[in-house]
């Protein structure tokens, strides 16, 4: 039986510190295990291979042309067969673990990247804002190749972030391979402690809700109230409508991302997760309410945005509460469990898949915005970086409804029609500082205006 203690929703690790994904924690019973092998005679063939497995690890500790630690063996084994498995299982050693959880809470050192593992590289899922790895240009679908010169082939993913990690104020060279790019790039950065701001917000043009999430820690729902209120004090009655910004937003707990949907959805289902065993599968619904008082919103992606921001997008989504407005999302839909094992590391082990509130799995498809805008002329709507489906051994989508898309709507507003799809030739070179420069932002606003305005008794 599993004791379940917490749940956490990203895309994998950040360079600086250990983060999960959708995860949770689960309380370490291992005594029953031997037990449960003995009653099952048809359990032999595991009991073969456990001998096979002790041989191997005798012979390794006997015969290595160096002397290796019996802690390094064991853990390269447990984290061998995890990472085996698919992206994001993967074992934390003692440390690894409480970075980990050190992140939820806000606040971490290293460079602000989030990576996963691919093809034996370290691939980017998403820049933080306002990190050294943002500061420096580094984009989503960035494969590392390399850290201060030395390959990264060879190493674990721990083993990468780890190096990635280091003292405030220390540097280190990143060589990377990116899309579009004939020759591999050097980029150096500096490392810093990550504040990570995870709400911010701002008035657009006095009468628009400009809300960013950049990831789902926990701090994200009080902080996002807190904007919104904000927000509506300064606005008076003028405010017209809200823009959630979740572009390269990686993901995190995700009893978040259930609080920021819940924080606009009147009622009916969020989420729900499907593990192997029927009993261990769970629904999380609406309790009514909507913080805003029903304004029209919505909802910014790209391909940067994973698992719990696909949660948020897919549940507003489905629910027609928002317009989702960008290009394809990264498609991480699974669930990891993150059980403590003895010596204070840690297991994440995927265990259950998610699923919209229109029973869609978007494991490896992502969120289809309901209006296609790309940010630049060369980030085409349809161009796919790399992405969950790219990912050696990604879970294959099944057990849900077949449709990538969401449930055909019939309320869009017609100008819809006519929003470009790419910027016009000439258009400025984007700067976080000047929302004017942001193409899909401008053109969220420019549909917000043209959606009619609608209140209910907020909450």
Same mark, same amino acid.
């Given at each position: 039986?599993?004791? &379940?203690? @917490?749940?956490?929703?990203?895309?994998?690790?950040?360079?600086?510190?250990?983060?999960?994904?959708?995860? &949770?924690?689960?309380?370490?019973?291992?005594?029953?295990?031997?037990?449960?092998?003995?009653?099952?005679?048809?359990?032999?063939?595991?009991?073969?291979?456990?001998?096979?497995?002790?041989?191997?690890?005798? &012979?390794?500790?006997?015969?290595?042309?160096?002397?290796?630690?019996?802690?390094?063996?064991?853990?390269?084994?447990?984290? %061998?067969?995890?990472?085996?498995?698919?992206?994001?299982?993967?074992?934390?050693?003692?440390?690894?673990?409480r970075d980990m959880q050190v992140q939820t809470r806000g606040e971490f050192g290293g460079l602000g990247i989030?990576?996963?593992?691919?093809?034996?590289?370290?691939?980017?899922?998403?820049?933080?804002?306002?990190?050294?790895?943002?500061?420096?240009?580094i984009k989503a679908g960035d494969l590392i190749l390399a850290l201060d010169g030395q390959t990264v082939q060879g190493l674990s993913l721990n083993e990468a972030v780890d190096k990635m990690r280091g003292p405030p104020n220390s540097k280190i060279k990143l060589t990377i391979r990116r899309e579009g790019n004939d020759a591999p790039l050097e980029v150096g950065l500096t490392r810093e402690v990550i504040h990570i701001q995870v709400v911010k917000s701002r008035l657009e043009q006095g009468d628009i809700a400009y809300l960013r999430v950049t990831s789902f820690n926990e701090q994200t729902d009080a902080g996002l109230r807190k904007a919104i209120a904000t927000l509506k004090a300064q606005a008076g009655d003028k405010l017209r409508g809200i823009v959630l910004d979740l572009r390269n937003n990686p993901g995190g707990l995700l009893d978040q991302a259930v609080a920021v949907s819940d924080d606009f959805i009147e009622q009916g289902e969020i989420v729900s997760t499907r593990a192997r065993h029927a009993e261990d599968s769970q629904r999380w619904n609406a309790k009514g309410g909507d913080i805003s008082g029903g304004l029209p919103m919505v909802v910014l992606i790209n %391909?940067?945005?994973?698992?719990?921001?696909?949660?948020?997008? @897919?549940?507003?989504?489905?629910? &027609?509460?928002?317009?989702?407005?960008?290009?394809?999302?990264?498609?991480?839909?699974?669930?990891?469990?993150?059980?403590?094992?003895?010596?204070?590391?840690?297991?994440?082990?995927?265990?259950?898949?998610?699923?919209?509130?229109? %029973?869609?799995?978007?494991?490896?498809?992502?969120?289809?915005?309901?209006?296609?805008?790309?940010?630049?002329?060369?980030?085409?709507?349809?161009?796919?970086?790399?992405?969950e489906a790219d990912l050696n051994r990604a879970l294959r989508n099944s057990g849900g409804t077949p449709q990538q898309a969401a449930p055909p709507r019939n309320d869009l507003p017609p100008i819809v029609r006519d929003l470009p799809k790419l910027p016009p030739e000439g258009f400025p070179t984007f700067d976080a500082t000047k929302p004017e420069t942001d193409f899909q932002l401008q053109q969220g606003l420019t549909l917000l205006r043209a959606m009619p305005t609608s209140k209910r008794a907020s909450r």
């Open positions: 039986m599993k004791l &379940r203690t @917490g749940l956490l929703l990203g895309a994998a690790f950040s360079a600086g510190v250990a983060i999960g994904p959708i995860t &949770r924690h689960v309380a370490p019973n291992l005594q029953f295990l031997p037990y449960a092998l003995a009653q099952d005679s048809g359990r032999a063939e595991t009991y073969r291979l456990l001998t096979l497995f002790g041989d191997v690890f005798e &012979r390794v500790r006997a015969e290595y042309v160096e002397p290796v630690g019996d802690r390094d063996l064991v853990e390269n084994a447990i984290n %061998g067969m995890l990472t085996g498995l698919d992206p994001h299982s993967n074992y934390m050693n003692a440390k690894s673990f989030e990576v996963t593992q691919d093809n034996g590289f370290i691939k980017v899922i998403s820049p933080i804002d306002d990190t050294p790895a943002s500061k420096a240009g %391909g940067g945005s994973a698992s719990a921001s696909e949660i948020v997008a @897919g549940a507003l989504q489905d629910h &027609r509460r928002a317009i989702v407005l960008g290009t394809r999302s990264f498609g991480k839909g699974s669930v990891q469990t993150v059980i403590p094992l003895p010596g204070n590391g840690a297991m994440r082990l995927t265990t259950a898949r998610y699923y919209t509130p229109s %029973g869609r799995s978007i494991q490896g498809l992502g969120i289809t915005p309901d209006v296609e805008v790309a940010a630049t002329r060369e980030e085409k709507p349809h161009f796919l970086p790399d992405r």
